[in-house]
């Protein structure tokens, strides 16, 4: 029997660079953005993509999208490319449940940050339990700029 070794700090350190490589660009991407738009937030955004593994999704306060993370393509298919421009409503689908689309349709309207599991749809049309919590984002004249989303599979 092959006796177990400790975990290293070197070990937790070279996964979390390893993916720090990999999310470079959308870490530099996700602090232009926020400089560029005034975000007055304190959100991680390594902790989020790197630690929890969470796909990002900017949108402008109209839901159209303004940005996505690079690892969404393991989400549901899609590269970033084919969804700027388009609403998140692109990957819900027939079995998408009403209730929770309004549920957050008025926290939108309302603009207060919320969390939701919803039925979406990757690009191949296999159905996905998608986590969402999402927030609104302001500038410093207190401006509604963005709305944020860190996205996960249930």
């Known amino acids: 029997m092959k006796k177990a070794r400790p975990l290293l700090c070197w ?21 232009q953005l926020s400089r560029r738009r005034s975000w007055q937030h304190d959100l991680n955004f390594e902790w989020q993509l790197i630690w929890q593994n969470k796909t990002v999704i900017v949108t402008d306060p109209a839901l159209n999208i303004v940005y996505a993370s690079s690892n969404m393509v393991f989400m549901n298919g899609y590269h970033p490319d084919e969804v700027i421009g388009k609403r998140p409503s692109l990957f819900q689908g027939k079995d998408t449940s009403p209730e929770t689309k309004q549920f957050i349709q008025n926290a939108l309207e309302q603009r207060l940050p919320f969390e939701a599991s919803i039925l979406n749809y990757r690009k191949n049309g296999e159905s996905y339990m998608c986590h969402l919590q999402e927030f609104p984002l302001y500038n410093h004249k207190s401006n509604l700029v963005n709305f944020i989303a860190f996205e996960s599979l249930v």
């Open 11 to 31: 070990d937790i350190f070279m996964e979390g660079f390893h993916k720090r490589l990999e999310l470079a660009d959308d870490l530099q991407q996700l602090a």
